[in-house]
């Protein structure tokens, strides 16, 4: 099970000014804790309350149909490219990052075990489109459409482009080729579905896109590429009850939501850095970005107020970042607090060889790439501590299907509990609207004119 480390967030470490008294901190939020997890618990299978993200374990159906559909085409497809943004995409590269071995798209069909490739497009740059496009035998790939509405200006000009070349080379054979994530019953998406033929999958209804990894928006290009998603569920399920705790004492999601929401509002630390100290774990860094970022940072709460809530959160990457981001932290401004992501135990032990002799470098032989990583890791804690940085650290014992399933839950709870705490809309975005309709009348759009004319106006003068 995950451990969560947070010895080096007390004041008794990292003194009054920027640590918490975190016994006492307990002792006086446990009765809002408690009241916080039985009322999510309370509401999650009500509609409306965007919570069934905390039922996707138990979707045994998801789960059948997913790994029949990726059965039936396993020897078909060369590749899986998946099309989507945000959401529809950050979960299931840091999934695939952290399960699939590493560099798996240029290893031989042999090394993969007979599985396809698997890339992700989720910006629109020309340029990468282009060269991915023309570098794939589209032919032989699977394009996975992953957009709920179906109006996601990004995904359906991506779609819109492969779905052209596609025809163009398979003609009405093409369809074959197209798997769609969307709504169940509403949306362009689904409309053009319908009318295509396209085989599709269900994004269940109150199921936010950053909080869509365990249903088919993940699970389904990772069971594409053979990664287990039984021990996916497995995961999620055993860190869902043992999140239904109401005991502050033993949440590891309630308290790490507690020890950063006070680190905020008492100590005035505005930033939240995620480093993990493992190179397939840290695409987890850039989903939990969005996670924080877009469920967190609000202008509003729930009784009207308007304030302007929410901790900016920073990707790292141990031991890499040591030589970039460490310095600031160390003796930049005292603003952040870090948690970092320990590996218990690495699927490969690397031996350093006895090479040299030199003072420099010989105490390094006879050692192994595992115990440097974890020395640097203890290294870098230690220090921040020793600078009053607050910091606190995640373990987790594998990276495997079943552990980090666990670990992206945890951090989904851990964010609505904070949303709680804030009082504020955790499932809402209010603050991406605005920039995607200025896009929808830059782009002609019908129906928004006056934004097109009035945006002219203003860029016109910038």
């Given at each position: 099970?995950?451990?969560?480390?947070?010895?080096?967030?007390?004041?008794k470490?990292?003194?009054?000014e920027?640590g918490?008294?975190?016994?006492?901190c307990?002792?006086?939020?446990?009765?809002?804790?408690?009241?916080?997890?039985?009322?999510?618990?309370?509401r999650?299978?009500k509609?409306?309350?965007?919570?069934?993200?905390?039922?996707?374990?138990?979707?045994?159906d998801t789960l059948?149909l997913?790994?029949?559909?990726?059965?039936?085409?396993?020897?078909r497809?060369?590749?899986?490219?998946?099309?989507?943004?945000?959401?529809?995409a950050?979960?299931?590269?840091?999934m695939?990052?952290?399960?699939?071995?590493?560099?798996?798209?240029?290893?031989?069909?042999?090394q993969?075990?007979?599985?396809?490739?698997?890339f992700?497009?989720?910006?629109?740059?020309?340029?990468?489109?282009?060269?991915?496009?023309?570098?794939?035998?589209?032919?032989?790939t699977?394009v996975?459409?992953?957009?709920?509405?179906?109006?996601?200006?990004?995904?359906?000009?991506?779609y819109?482009?492969?779905?052209?070349?596609?025809?163009?080379?398979?003609?009405d054979?093409?369809?074959?080729?197209?798997?769609v994530?969307?709504?169940?019953?509403?949306?362009?998406?689904?409309?053009?579905?319908?009318?295509?033929?396209?085989?599709?999958f269900?994004?269940?209804?109150?199921?936010?896109?950053?909080?869509?990894?365990?249903?088919?928006?993940?699970?389904?290009?990772?069971a594409l590429?053979?990664?287990?998603?039984?021990?996916?569920?497995?995961?999620?399920?055993?860190?869902?009850?043992a999140?239904?705790?109401?005991?502050?004492?033993h949440?590891?999601?309630?308290?790490?939501?507690?020890?950063?929401?006070?680190?905020?509002?008492?100590?005035?630390?505005?930033?939240?850095?995620?480093?993990?100290?493992?190179?397939?774990?840290?695409?987890?860094?850039?989903?939990?970005?969005?996670l924080?970022?877009?469920?967190?940072?609000?202008?509003v709460?729930?009784n009207?107020?308007?304030?302007?809530f929410?901790?900016?959160?920073?990707?790292?990457?141990?031991?890499?970042?040591?030589?970039?981001?460490?310095?600031?932290?160390?003796?930049?401004?005292?603003?952040?607090?870090?948690?970092?992501i320990?590996?218990e135990?690495?699927?490969?032990?690397?031996e350093?060889?006895?090479?040299?002799?030199?003072?420099?470098?010989?105490y390094l032989?006879?050692?192994?790439i595992?115990?440097?990583?974890?020395?640097?890791?203890d290294?870098?804690?230690?220090?921040?501590?020793?600078f009053?940085?607050?910091n606190l650290?995640?373990?987790?014992?594998?990276?495997?299907?079943?552990?980090?399933?666990q670990?992206?839950?945890?951090?989904?709870?851990?964010?609505?509990?904070?949303?709680?705490?804030?009082?504020?809309?955790?499932?809402n975005?209010?603050?991406?609207?605005?920039?995607?309709?200025y896009t929808?009348?830059?782009?002609?759009?019908?129906?928004?004119?006056?934004?097109?004319?009035?945006?002219?106006?203003?860029?016109a003068?910038?």
């Open positions: 099970m995950i451990k969560l480390n947070y010895e080096n967030v007390d004041e470490l990292v003194g009054q920027n918490l008294n975190i016994e006492q307990f002792d006086e939020y446990k009765d809002r804790i408690e009241e916080i997890i039985t009322d999510l618990n309370k999650k299978d509609a409306g309350q965007w919570l069934q993200w905390m039922n996707l374990g138990y979707r045994e059948w997913v790994k029949e559909y990726a059965a039936i085409v396993k020897d497809f060369e590749n899986v490219l998946v099309l989507g943004i945000g959401g529809s950050l979960g299931g590269i840091a695939s990052e952290a399960l699939l071995k590493p560099y798996w798209n240029i290893l031989s069909s042999q993969r075990e007979n599985y396809p490739r698997i992700f497009l989720d910006n629109i740059d020309p340029d990468q489109i282009s060269m991915l496009l023309e570098t794939l035998n589209l032919e032989k699977l996975n459409v992953i957009t709920k509405s179906g109006t996601t200006a990004e995904t359906m000009s991506q819109m482009i492969v779905a052209k070349i596609l025809e163009d080379k398979l003609g054979n093409y369809r074959r080729n197209i798997v994530t969307t709504d169940k019953e509403v949306g362009l998406l689904r409309q053009i579905a319908n009318q295509e033929g396209y085989k599709t269900v994004i269940p209804d109150d199921v936010g896109g950053r909080f869509s990894v365990f249903s088919a928006v993940g699970l389904l290009p990772l590429v053979g990664i287990d998603i039984d021990e996916i569920i497995n995961g999620i399920k055993d860190m869902d009850l999140l239904k705790n109401t005991d502050i004492r949440n590891i999601a309630a308290q790490n939501a507690l020890i950063h929401y006070l680190a905020d509002t008492r100590k005035n630390k505005k930033i939240v850095v995620m480093m993990p100290y493992s190179s397939r774990l840290r695409y987890v860094a850039d989903w939990f970005v969005q924080w970022a877009e469920s967190l940072g609000k202008n709460d729930n009207g107020v308007r304030r302007e929410g901790t900016t959160p920073i990707k790292s990457l141990g031991v890499t970042d040591q030589h970039s981001q460490i310095q600031l932290y160390n003796e930049g401004p005292n603003d952040k607090i870090i948690n970092f320990r590996v135990e690495f699927d490969k032990t690397v350093i060889p006895h090479v040299f002799e030199y003072t420099g470098i010989g032989g006879g050692k192994t595992n115990s440097l990583i974890n020395a640097e890791a290294a870098t804690k230690v220090a921040l501590t020793d009053k940085r607050p650290t995640i373990s987790i014992p594998k990276v495997d299907a079943y552990n980090v399933a670990l992206l839950y945890m951090l989904e709870v851990e964010t609505a509990i904070a949303g709680e705490l804030y009082n504020i809309n955790t499932f975005q209010p603050g991406v609207e605005q920039a995607k309709n929808y009348a830059l782009m002609g759009r019908a129906g928004y004119e006056d934004s097109s004319r009035m945006l002219k106006e203003k860029l003068t910038v």
